[in-house]
């Protein structure tokens, strides 16, 4: 898939490698309170992709909001399964890196957090398929 | 490696102060490559968020820390938890949730930090100091540290907030250096009506609005004349945090980076300035609610948790008051000052109106809510942003006036005085 796609270099937050279709959030979500970790639906119903599923994609926001419990819920969503195979930052998130490196630590489940420029992240649009490997994020529509 | 240790940083790395602290050592390292961080901190205190459970992955953390002998290096307070252990009778989950999360806050005591289970750790007599360095998680805290106390914390998470205790180290960037708590977002009010300006509704909601225009910038609010009480700034923090990304805000003429906007904002000034209006004061009140009128089913109120100060105000309000037999009425707070009032006598004067007091944990994060479906009153926008997904209930936020007279009559209750322009 990369050969035919887009090639981007990001900044590693976590390393790792994972593909999977773009989820594209329009705003940023407190991932406590705003993703159910037993199914992985967005339940947020401030947010405007209320009712979506991170379960599979490579999540895309521009950075994380709200709750310090953000970093508990994603690392129990990846342990649990109902986790993003992969995360798309426009800005760094320690709050959002701490929960990929805790469950690498525990579990070691890789799940891949990098950061893109301003005009990467906007040129993604859900559905795309991605792949995040070494530092680099390959993007085809 | 582009972070600066020292020798003892480094021997904490190597494991000479045994391996929790090793593991915890090595996460602060990671967060400070991550943050690009030049060096490490001392802290004076942590707030520790990781005490709430959300499933195993959190247990398994904090067991793995216990097993490799986990011990705080600083004085470490903990958050609420899912569990009222002074009110057990009130938990309505699976008796192997609680048990799990029971497990989790006895890993937490066992490490050395102070059962004192509650969202407002600055509410207790030994709070930080202006210019202190610390590491506090949960969102309402670390934005209070920050603007009201002038305390410097990161917007630190779960995880991190032990590996902070266990080390007694963070990563000197962002809201511990000085240049990071400088405003570039101005938020002007000087178009809004005295009467607004000085009810207690304003702030909450004022809170929402700045949160969620901020991003993840620090803001500064001009055009309160009066300084703005501990409460109101509480509340104003907690809904900017659920709002937005916002770890600090400042209020000119209150808070203690800002005797003057200058003094707040970076030196290249603003890069946005919002006049605020009233008309977008009340879409934001608007926005927190999710039905309007009808039956009520409950009142929440004390999120954060509430103060002494704020059962001051609410206990003459319940002079000769009865909430009505269909609603349940609580009220969240912390144990040190449920034995506070409970000292004056203020407890047996609420319980006596039928208003039931949660300790530990707060009535949004875990099943306490008796009736379902659930239409619920609450004064703290925090709440009302969060408990519609968490719980799946409908809210509306009102004033404690408003939650009050709703709670008696069993159904909403409206002051639109306020809200119409004049």
Known sequence: MSASGRVHRGRILVAGAGRGHALVLDEPLSLWGGVDPATGKIIDRHHPQAGSNVVGVVLVMPWGKGSSSSSTVLAEAIRAGTGPVG???AEVDPIIALGAIVARELYAIEVP????GGDVFAGIRSGDELELRAGTLSIRA | MTVDLTSTDRAILAGRAGEAAQIAMRVIVELAEISG???LIDITSAHIDGCLYHGRAGLDWAERLVAAGGRVAVPATL????LDLLHPELFRG??????AARKLMDCYTSMGCRPTWTCAPYQLPERPGFGEQIAWAESNAIVFANSVLGARTERYGDFVDICAALTGRVPEVGLHTDAGRRAKVLFRLESLPPELLSSDFFFPVLGHLVGGRSERRVPVIAGLDHPVSEDRLKALGAAAASAGAVGMFHVVGTTPEAPTLEAALTDTGPEEIVDVTRVEV????DSLSTTATGKLTAVSLGTPHYSVTEFAALVPLLNGVTVHSDVEFYVSTGRDVLAEIEARGWAEHCRRAGVQIVTDTCTYITPILRNHPAVVMTNSAKWAYYAPGNLGVEVILGSLDECIRS????EVWRDERLWQSS
């Open chain 2, 407 to 410: 709670a008696v009559a069993g």
């Open chain 2, 79 to 82: 958050n609420v938890s899912s």
């Open chain 1, 87 to 89: 995360i798309v930052l």
């Open chain 2, 282 to 285: 009340a879409r934001a009140r």
């Open chain 2, 94 to 99: 699976n008796p192997s949730t609680a048990a």
């Open chain 1, 113 to 116: 957090v990098v950061v893109v």
């Open chain 2, 37 to 39: 961080a030049h060096r």
